[in-house]
């Protein structure tokens, strides 16, 4: 089996266990029917499987760039079966794992001064957050008017589409 496919199966198989982990698949149906067949994996077996696949993709792919993007998305996948399976990391950890980034949380210095800052612009006297929240809701839209925006770009989006590319039967109809 290749990597890809390891790959594959691995991304469907945790899907098994986090509802819409895997939001849209493309690849060969008979992956998809093999892993829904299957009683779902163990998340410490995932995590197995994840660093084997990691331990596997050197030279896998022939091409550096490709195999440095998948080492990635493997290490966010191993990350999210550990988890699963009830390893303890920091958040920072799994950051750094599923995201590829680095942080520091920020220190008392620097959480001082966004208080300060943050006294300073938002109207008002009394107590930082009390006055926030008084700040959003004044801004907060109500409901009917983002669906109604929502609507609107939706129905200029279908004229688009149908313009472009065509629309199915009775597809510039639909609601």
Avoid at 83 to 103: I, N, P, Q
Wanted: proline fraction near 6%; charge should be negative; aromatic fraction near 6%.
């Amino acid at each position: 089996m290749d990597i890809v496919e390891r790959y594959l199966l691995l991304t469907l198989r945790i899907g098994r266990h986090i509802d819409g982990f895997v939001d849209a698949y493309y690849g060969p149906p008979e992956l998809a029917e093999r892993v829904g067949g299957e009683e779902p994996a163990r998340p410490a077996a995932l995590a197995d499987e994840a660093r084997d696949v990691a331990g596997a993709l050197a030279g896998a792919l022939g091409d550096a760039r490709r195999e440095r993007w998948l080492a990635a998305q493997v290490e966010g996948l191993t990350a999210v079966c550990e988890r699963l399976a009830g390893v303890e990391m920091t958040f920072a950890d799994e950051v750094r794992r599923c995201y590829g980034m680095e942080f520091a949380p920020p220190t008392e210095d620097e959480l001082q001064e966004a208080h300060r800052r943050l006294d300073e612009l938002v109207p008002g006297a009394g107590d930082l957050g009390e006055r926030f929240r008084a700040w959003r809701r004044e801004r907060q839209l109500p409901a009917a008017v983002v669906l109604k925006a929502a609507g609107a770009v939706k129905d200029e989006l279908r004229r688009r589409t149908a313009a472009l590319f065509g629309l199915p039967d009775g597809g510039a109809a639909r609601p």
